[in-house]
């Protein structure tokens, strides 16, 4: 069952707000996940431009890649949450599986994977997982 994914936003302490917002888990919600970050970024642009071109991307390729692990792993809803830190972005996915997420081997010739968990660790300042008893937050830290 699709529903619309639900928003709520709240000013941060430099003016930027912050971003929570809901969705169903399902495949498209990867996109539409990855759109409401390059939302919030442009938003956050405005009021502070980021300190290198590439940070934007690098925030786009975590969250693509935090959301897609959500929905292949921890099938349900998922939720994503933005919000402006002194030196950068935290962008928190929450979902509902109490397995933290772990690295696996990269195997090109059994149809690619296991470079997601990688990736967002080169890329990330700080990374860090809180399991809850109904789910786990995946927490990032990347620079703006």
């Known amino acids: 069952m699709a529903s619309e994914p639900s928003e709520d936003r709240k000013p941060s302490q430099d003016g930027v707000e912050t971003l929570t917002r809901a969705f169903a888990g399902q495949l498209r919600n ?5 759109l409401t970050a390059e939302g ?3 938003t ?5 431009p980021p300190s290198a071109v ?3 991307d690098d925030i786009l390729l975590v969250v693509t890649e935090l959301v897609a692990n959500s929905i ?3 099938p349900g809803p998922f939720e994503l949450h933005m919000r402006r830190t002194f030196d950068g972005v935290h962008v928190t996915v929450r979902d509902s599986s109490t397995t933290p997420p772990a690295p696996r081997p990269f195997h090109p010739q059994h149809g690619g994977g296991g470079i997601g968990w990688h990736l967002i660790h080169t890329l990330c300042d700080q990374v860090s997982v809180v ?3 109904d789910g786990k937050d995946v927490h990032t830290f990347l620079p703006w």
Do not use: F, G, N, P
């Open 30 to 34: 990867v996109t539409d996940a990855r």
């Open 40 to 42: 919030y970024l442009s």
């Open 44 to 48: 956050l642009a405005r009021a502070s």
């Open 54 to 56: 590439e940070h934007w």
């Open 72 to 74: 292949q792993y921890a």
């Open 131 to 133: 399991v809850r008893s």
